[in-house]
């Protein structure tokens, strides 16, 4: 059963709904959570860190804006996790209005330093655990006719990316072109599709790391329990797509400048459309 809190609480935008955020014990997922538990939200914390899980829960409760939030180990990686994330959610909170899809791993360095056991490490969880828990709540969602999902990227994966970047992006690019298609499937029943693109210049997406052929102290692992100043403000652009829908949404709008203009608004596809 989800952690309840007992004292009345101050209601917001979202109160009412249910949000999953998939990856947010820690960093950047993490303040995701708390950015919808302050609009009102039930919050579903899924990970694969069960104490930084259970520490975000009571940081949550602790804020007084929410009457419920929940830890769901979970491994993205997994067919059978994903589905009884999905399924508990349910379950627990009765619905599933928003997905946030925020797990995932880093991997830099030169690409000649890069094995394919890497790209394959690196994949299993960027590409197919977000493949994995978009599909399986789209079902849900189609059934009542309302829903957003959110998948984050890299802004490189957009655009221009940097030389150690380029496997990280690639997974990424992939999430990007996964994430339209999905806009596309299921416009017009009622689901909003989000594809936020989170800053350069900040925190990654994933915190797991693998470094080919680099520096240790080239690019410091953040904190998974403090995230830096200012990624609070990272998160508004998440609340604001979540009322105000819409595809493309930057972390920083300053980074938009350096996107091509080929992420527009998908369009739904029908049968025998080419």
């Given at each position: 059963?989800?952690?309840?809190?007992?004292?009345?609480?101050?209601?917001?935008?979202?109160?009412?709904?249910?949000?999953?955020?998939?990856?947010?014990?820690?960093?950047?997922?993490?303040t995701v959570a708390k950015a919808v538990a302050r609009q009102g939200a039930r919050v579903v914390i899924a990970d694969f860190d069960a104490e930084?899980?259970?520490?975000?829960?009571?940081?949550?409760?602790?804020?007084?804006?929410?009457?419920?939030?929940?830890?769901?180990?979970?491994?993205?990686?997994?067919?059978?996790?994903?589905?009884?994330?999905?399924?508990?959610?349910?379950?627990?909170?009765?619905?599933?209005?928003?997905?946030?899809?925020?797990?995932?791993?880093?991997?830099?360095?030169?690409?000649?330093?890069?094995?394919?056991?890497?790209?394959?490490?690196?994949?299993?969880?960027?590409?197919?655990?977000?493949?994995?828990?978009?599909?399986?709540?789209?079902?849900?969602?189609?059934?009542?006719?309302?829903?957003?999902?959110?998948?984050?990227?890299?802004?490189?994966?957009?655009?221009?990316?940097?030389?150690?970047?380029?496997?990280?992006?690639?997974?990424?690019?992939?999430?990007?072109?996964?994430?339209?298609?999905?806009?596309?499937?299921?416009?017009?029943?009622?689901?909003?599709?989000?594809?936020?693109?989170?800053?350069?210049?900040?925190?990654?997406?994933?915190?797991?790391?693998?470094?080919?052929?680099?520096?240790?102290?080239?690019?410091?692992?953040?904190?998974?329990?403090?995230?830096?100043?200012?990624?609070?403000?990272?998160?508004?652009?998440?609340?604001?797509?979540?009322?105000?829908?819409?595809?493309?949404?930057?972390?920083?709008?300053?980074?938009?400048?350096?996107?091509?203009?080929?992420?527009?608004?998908?369009?739904?596809?029908?049968?025998?459309?080419?």
């Open positions: 059963m989800p952690a309840v809190a007992d004292d009345p609480l101050a209601r917001g935008a979202l109160t009412g709904r249910v949000a999953v955020v998939v990856g947010g014990a820690s960093g950047l997922g993490r930084r899980m259970e520490r975000t829960v009571e940081e949550i409760l602790e804020m007084g804006t929410t009457d419920a939030a929940h830890a769901l180990p979970t491994d993205v990686r997994s067919d059978s996790s994903v589905r009884s994330l999905v399924n508990d959610a349910i379950t627990t909170m009765g619905q599933v209005d928003i997905l946030v899809n925020m797990a995932g791993v880093l991997l830099e360095g030169p690409l000649d330093r890069i094995k394919t056991s890497d790209w394959k490490w690196m994949l299993e969880t960027n590409v197919l655990g977000t493949v994995r828990t978009t599909m399986a709540v789209v079902p849900h969602m189609t059934e009542r006719g309302s829903g957003h999902i959110v998948n984050a990227v890299p802004v490189g994966s957009l655009g221009k990316t940097s030389p150690h970047d380029v496997a990280y992006d690639s997974g990424y690019a992939a999430v990007a072109t996964f994430t339209y298609g999905v806009a596309a499937l299921t416009a017009g029943r009622g689901i909003h599709v989000t594809l936020y693109a989170t800053p350069s210049s900040g925190p990654r997406v994933g915190q797991n790391t693998r470094k080919r052929g680099m520096g240790r102290l080239l690019h410091p692992t953040d904190d998974l329990e403090e995230p830096r100043a200012g990624t609070d403000q990272l998160a508004d652009s998440v609340i604001d797509a979540l009322h105000h829908p819409r595809f493309l949404v930057f972390a920083d709008p300053a980074d938009a400048a350096a996107v091509p203009d080929r992420w527009g608004e998908p369009q739904r596809v029908t049968a025998g459309s080419k």
